[in-house]
């Protein structure tokens, strides 16, 4: 998941919780959905608590312990610039725009199939 361009969906996440007997607390960015989402083995008699943190559907991220108010604000500070550099990363390397002999616009990228369109179609 390191990987640019490696994506992930609810079963990848069921299936490493499996695999690793984590239960993984999934902190959402977006209005609209619930805060949080838990993820846990299907049977382990032990399981570890992990807690990950989903900016705007598109991106998983690590999450650190807050011990005070003020790392509270800068921890969103932190989450909301790092949500507008991969939104930016996404739009600036997916959205060249060429014009087709009819003048239709078409999406183009030079890694071939847009990725953030591509991860749309797949999964929204």
């Known amino acids: 998941m390191s990987v640019q361009g490696t994506w992930c969906d609810d079963m990848i996440i ?12 999934i902190i959402e960015t977006e209005e609209g959905f619930d805060p949080f989402t838990i993820i846990q083995a299907v049977s382990s008699p032990a399981m570890t608590d992990i807690y990950l943190g ?23 500070q932190n989450c909301v610039q790092s949500f507008q550099n991969i939104e930016n990363s996404i739009n600036n390397r997916n ?17 071939g199939t847009p990725t953030k369109q591509m991860y749309q179609a797949q999964y929204m």
């Open 95 to 111: 959205n060249t725009v060429n014009i087709s002999s009819s003048g239709e616009k078409r999406l183009s990228s030079v890694y």
């Open 14 to 25: 069921q299936a490493v919780a499996d695999q690793y007997h984590l239960k993984i607390f």
């Open 54 to 76: 989903h900016l705007g559907e598109y991106h998983y991220v690590s999450t650190t312990r807050c011990l005070s108010s003020t790392n509270i604000l800068q921890s969103k």
